[in-house]
């Protein structure tokens, strides 16, 4: 049980207006701030953003740190993005320049642009996965893809896959520590020797791993049909989302802030834009 | 080879919003030749505990001695005592993975280091003392096989590596009644011929015919330990622990509840059966 709640995304499970928000608010808000990310202008615009975040944070009961730690797996790209931006752009004042390094303030400014822009990116998606669980996530998707059935999209089976692969992670997981530690009793050793000594010794517990994957799928599939399961055509739902007062609200913020960034980028000075 | 567990204690998910003890301050000592069995109500630690024998999991405090050696310690070859020390999970069918029954068999043989024809004759009498026929049997996909059969190749996978101390986790799990007596009837039997056996069980009748001790764990605490006489004429202790005594044992209670005089320690049929018959016989006198 315990083992499950740790791995299931990174939902942060606590009590907050914007835990309570309706997952399709909170796809699409997070959507509108993305195109907020990409329409600042100025560091003025990225000051606002993340006030704006880490107000969020506060409201959601949600660590700020816990938000910025998303960005940690992205470190090699930022740094890279930073870099290549710094070194390859050609235009502007030239800053420093020796033998075939040259620096310029518009690659500065570029460089410095995108990657907050990255940062910007993935603490917004983190500010709604960690708020909302995966169920709903899916939920919400489910919804907000469905008239795409029009044109034969698999909305209801996209969102169904999801669900079924988001409750057997944990599962999978677990399975795989005790065929682990199973063989390990058997002397398996799956800590030393070369990579190829590696994979061989993985042998073991994948095929084990494979074989109840198989297994729970063709289980599950016969419970589903034999509780009548046939796909999304007329099946009412156990939880019924639905937008309230504080959805609204969260909109109307999220607007607030997008004509704010919008203002900025007209009315600055040229000199505060990036 | 003796075990000791002192002051035992194992936290899951240590620093973390959903930290659970699993074992708290256990004390117990498993000799050469005993046959102990370890009893408990659904999640109170037994799985845990089994798998700190073979040094599987590690724990957060107190220590495992295996013949007065740490299991942790520093340059202790635990890979080479997880071998002497053969432990069979719970459903260890599900831990085949081999073409061929003959072949997963030898997967522990062969880890040990052993010679093609060494692991070959240990494989054969593996699979004789599992009772499987080697001619039949060797060759065939332990994925054919029938549950039972399965949990008997996984189990010589075990006994082939020839462990000093065996350590089954409800190895009787899920088996219809024929099946549940050839496992058990294996299990006495290494038992008989010198293995120091560990099982987890959840059928004290079970327990009342083979072991030689108890030790009864409720909530991650060692709530008492002893033979089975001593641990199966407390019912109330083991009622506690969510446990049942021997249907014997209960029934021994309620006559002498009923005033019949019967020694209070009785817990197997066939004491039961005689203590009752001399009764009789000395009452028709
Ligand atoms: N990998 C794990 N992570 C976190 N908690 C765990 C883990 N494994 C077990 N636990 C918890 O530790 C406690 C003891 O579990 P354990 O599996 O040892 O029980 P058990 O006595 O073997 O139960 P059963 O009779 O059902 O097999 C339980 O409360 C369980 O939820
Ligand atoms: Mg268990």
Same mark, same amino acid.
């Given at each position: ?142 919804? !907000? #893809?469905? &008239? $795409?059935?029009?044109?034969? /999209? ?6 169904? *896959?999801?669900?079924? %692969? ?38 073991? !517990? #994948?095929? &084990? $791993?494979?074989?109840?994957? /198989? ?6 599939? *016969?419970?589903?049909? %034999? ?39 007209? #009315?600055? &000075? ?5 | ?285």
């Amino acid at each position: 049980m315990n083992l499950k709640s740790i791995t299931l995304g990174q939902y942060y499970p606590v009590e907050s207006p914007i835990h309570r928000l309706d997952p399709r608010t909170k796809i699409l808000l997070t959507l509108a701030l993305m195109v907020a990310v990409f329409l600042v202008r100025s560091l003025v615009g990225y000051a606002l953003l993340l006030g704006f975040v880490y107000l969020a944070a506060r409201i959601a009961n949600v660590p700020f740190k816990l938000m910025m730690k998303g960005i940690k797996p992205l470190r090699f790209i930022l740094i890279l993005t930073f870099l290549l931006n710094l070194f390859f752009t050609t235009q502007g004042n030239v800053l420093f320049h020796w033998q075939f390094i040259t620096l310029t303030d518009q690659g500065l400014k570029l460089s410095v642009h995108y990657s907050l822009r990255l940062m910007f990116l993935v603490i917004c998606t983190s500010l709604m996965t960690l708020t909302t669980s995966p169920i709903q996530l899916s939920d919400g998707l489910e919804i !907000l #893809l469905s &008239p $795409l059935k029009a044109i034969h /999209f698999p909305a209801h089976e996209l969102a169904m *896959m999801m669900s079924i %692969a988001l409750r057997f992670i944990p599962t999978l997981l677990e399975e795989t520590d005790k065929i682990m530690k199973a063989q390990m009793a058997r002397g398996a050793d799956f800590e030393s020797g070369n990579l190829i000594a590696r994979a061989k010794a993985m042998v073991p !517990l #994948l095929v &084990p $791993l494979f074989v109840s994957a /198989f297994r729970r799928a063709g289980d599950l599939a *016969m419970a589903m049909e %034999a509780r009548c399961y046939h796909g999304g055509e007329g099946r009412t739902r156990l939880r019924v989302l639905k937008f309230t007062r504080a959805d609204l609200y969260a909109a109307l913020a999220v607007a607030g802030l997008l004509v704010l960034i919008i203002l900025e980028g007209r #009315l600055l &000075p040229a000199g505060w834009l990036l | 080879m003796s075990i000791e567990l002192r002051h035992l204690t194992h936290v899951y998910a240590e620093g973390s919003a959903f930290r659970s003890v699993a074992l708290e301050d256990i004390n117990l000592t498993i000799r050469d030749g005993d046959f102990l069995a370890l009893v408990g109500h659904t999640g109170c630690g037994k799985s845990t505990l089994v798998q700190h024998l073979n040094g599987l999991l590690t724990p957060s405090s107190g220590q495992v001695l295996v013949d007065g050696e740490d299991l942790a310690g520093e340059g202790v070859n635990r890979r080479a005592l997880r071998m002497k020390i053969g432990l069979v999970f719970q459903y260890p069918e599900y831990q085949l993975f081999e073409e061929t029954v003959a072949k997963d068999i030898a997967f522990g043989p062969k880890n040990l280091g052993l010679k093609a024809e060494e692991v070959d004759a240990r494989v054969r009498a593996a699979m004789a003392q599992v009772h499987l026929d080697w001619q039949k049997y060797a060759e065939r996909s332990p994925f054919e096989l029938s549950g039972g059969q399965m949990r008997r190749v996984a189990i010589a996978g075990v006994l082939a590596m020839q462990p000093e101390v065996l350590v089954l986790d409800e190895p009787t799990a899920g088996l219809d009644p024929h099946g549940r007596d050839r496992i058990l009837g294996i299990i006495e039997e290494l038992h008989r011929q010198g293995t120091t056996v560990v099982m987890v069980s959840h059928s004290m009748e079970d327990v009342a015919r083979l072991a030689t001790r108890v030790a009864v764990l409720s909530h991650g605490k060692l709530l008492a330990e002893g033979t089975p006489r001593e641990i199966f004429s407390r019912q109330e202790m083991m009622t506690e622990a969510g446990l049942a005594v021997p249907e014997a044992a209960r029934l021994c209670a309620s006559l002498r509840a009923a005033g019949i005089d019967l020694p209070a320690d009785l817990y197997t049929e066939d004491e039961l059966y005689d203590s009752l018959l001399k009764r009789w016989k000395e009452a028709g006198r």
